[in-house]
């Protein structure tokens, strides 16, 4: 199954966005930066069972998922093989996912590509920087595979 995600433009301001990371500050830090590019629609959480949580509780679009890898509950691969695998409900598996990190770690980076992950940007991160990981988030096309996503070892922080 290939999965587009939008037409050539991207819209930021149209787009709901679920932040992940245990870094308040760090969430407040890239809020600002998707608000001032227009974004209206955001919504944070600080680890993966609190995503899994907001999903469970109330179905809601989310647009892209921008997670930290480096949480105290869990990292950020174990959430995007949850979204890959289907067993976060109310949200589609093939769900755009940026993947950020303080290290480019060759096993990290090799289990995000393996889990299909839409974009992956290294601290620190600059608001064009995340503005372009969401386009291209929105925009990259992938075939799911359910089966190889369950079998892969996620490497913990």
């Known amino acids: ?20 990371d245990d870094d308040s500050s760090f969430l407040d830090f890239v809020e600002a930066i998707l608000k001032a590019f227009g974004v209206r629609k955001i919504t944070r959480a600080s680890s993966g069972l609190e995503v899994y949580q907001f999903f469970r509780g109330q179905p809601a679009v989310v647009d892209c998922i921008v997670s930290d890898f480096s949480m105290a509950e869990g ?23 940026v993947l950020l990190t303080m290290s480019g770690d060759e096993a990290t980076v090799r289990a995000a590509m393996q889990l299909d992950v839409s974009s992956y940007l290294v601290k620190p991160v600059t608001p064009v920087k995340i503005k372009e990981a969401i386009v291209k988030a929105r925009t990259r096309s992938f075939s799911l595979d359910v089966e190889r996503y369950k079998r892969l070892a996620i490497p913990v922080s």
């Open 75 to 97: 990292n950020g691969l174990q959430l995007l093989q949850a979204m890959r695998t289907g067993n976060v409900p109310n949200v589609r598996p093939d769900v755009p996912f």
């Open 1 to 20: 199954m290939t999965t587009p995600h939008s037409s050539p433009a991207v819209r930021l301001e149209e787009l709901h966005i679920l932040l992940v």
